[in-house]
């Protein structure tokens, strides 16, 4: 038996190498410190598995429920929207309940695009954006994310022939791998230049709620003209620690939202109404443990740099996300970097490589431990000796 063409296409997980080489070390007795994934550690907040304790013993929830979701997770979704963002939301045809963002990311391009037209994703970007394509069979091409525009893309270097067929275009801030934030005049530029190329964007807020001393990070739907340009997608996964209970939601354009909620008729039939009530209860009931996640990550982020500065290596603060984006030390790929960490202090981290070509001569920290482990795993990198101490 064959598999068909397309799933032969699919793209190689990159980090399936990482995952076996850091299981092959476990394996071994040592004892890694894995800073490679991006899986949130801390346990989902009480309220909201009390939620679904609820909903799962309510007879009502046992049965089909509504293909296209449940009312009050697209109410909640709806007034989160107004409360962290001030944007209004329709939550009868402006909110799609997803099955995690990642499936409404690689839905998005069925949905919109045909076979052969062209997509434009972000380089370096999270790796899952590719499978959308190879799905929908279309074609995609790849911006920059470079230090020098704070890894924002520069719309006037993208080639006119692609400015002028592209359909869709994928941006992430907070940005994955990079740990950048976009501010109002970015997503301004962003509004006009999708308008003047009639590109739909879409804007993936996996890490909407992750931003550095005291600065939220703000929803691409709260620019004037935008939700007649796209949609953003939202997770719970991060915000709330819910990676493992698959929920997001897609919000803005009304006629996106119908084309995926369209899909999502054919391939499944409902998330477990449970999940979404607790989804709803994550939304609007008590944010405290919104604040303490963030301020948790702060707390990391700054250890780490602290640590990192002090013995030598040359680390910029991210802005939001739970990454730090660090330059690899001359001589070395940064492959070659993750592989030489993982055998010689038994720390594992990404290779900027995995995240596309411009993600080369980096390595992706997650900051996903508590902060001892963190300066523990820096002090043994120090001492490999490739930096110049300050202490
Ligand atoms: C940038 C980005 N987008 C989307 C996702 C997918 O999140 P989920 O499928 O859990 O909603 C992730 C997960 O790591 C991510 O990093």
């Not at 005291?214 to 915000?239: D, H, N, Q, R, W």
């Not at 900027?352 to 411009?358: A, L, V």
Request: aromatic share 12%.
């Amino acid at each position: 038996m064959e598999y068909s063409e397309r799933l032969k296409r699919l793209p190689v997980q990159f980090f399936a190498t990482l995952v076996n080489k850091v299981n092959k070390a476990i394996d071994e007795g040592r004892d890694i410190i894995n800073l490679g994934q991006g899986n949130p550690d801390q346990p989902t907040p009480e309220h909201i598995i009390k939620a679904l304790q609820t909903a799962a013993e309510d007879p009502k929830n046992h049965k089909y429920s509504p293909f296209r979701g449940i009312n009050e997770l697209k109410e909640a979704a709806a007034a989160f929207y107004l409360r962290e963002y001030g944007v209004e939301i329709n939550p009868k045809s402006e909110v799609a309940i997803l099955f995690g963002t990642k499936a409404g990311l690689a839905e998005l391009p069925m949905c919109l695009l045909n076979k052969g037209d062209l997509m434009l994703l972000p380089d370096p970007g999270y790796p899952d954006y590719l499978s959308g394509t190879v799905l929908a069979d279309v074609r995609y091409e790849t911006f920059p994310l470079k230090a020098e525009n704070e890894f924002l893309p520069d719309f006037s270097v993208i080639p006119k022939e692609q400015r002028e067929t592209a359909k869709l275009m994928y941006l992430n801030y907070p940005n994955n791998p990079t740990g950048a934030t976009a501010d109002r005049a970015f997503f301004e530029k962003t509004v006009v230049f999708a308008k003047e190329n009639r590109i739909t964007i879409l804007h993936d807020f996996a890490y909407g709620a992750i931003g550095f001393e005291g600065k939220k990070p703000i929803s691409f739907l709260e620019i004037e003209g935008a939700k007649e340009i796209g949609v953003e997608m939202y997770t719970l996964s991060k915000t709330y620690n819910m990676a493992g209970w698959r929920v997001g939601f897609a919000i803005g354009n009304p006629v996106i939202i119908e084309g995926l909620n369209l899909i999502q008729d054919h391939l499944y039939c409902s998330l477990f109404p449970g999940i979404q009530m607790a989804a709803a209860a994550a939304l609007t009931e008590d944010q405290t443990c919104v604040d303490e996640l963030v301020t948790r990550y702060e707390r990391r982020r700054n250890t780490f740099i602290k640590a990192c500065r002090q013995i030598g290596w040359d680390v910029c603060a991210p802005a939001g996300s739970f990454f730090a984006w660090i330059p690899v030390p001359e001589h070395f790929t940064s492959e070659e970097f993750a592989d030489y960490l993982l055998e010689k202090a038994d720390v594992a981290v990404a290779a900027g490589k995995g995240f596309g070509e411009f993600g080369e001569g980096y390595v992706r920290v997650g900051l996903l431990v508590d902060e001892d482990r963190l300066v523990e795993a820096v002090e043994r990198i120090g001492q490999l000796g490739l930096f110049q101490s300050y202490a």
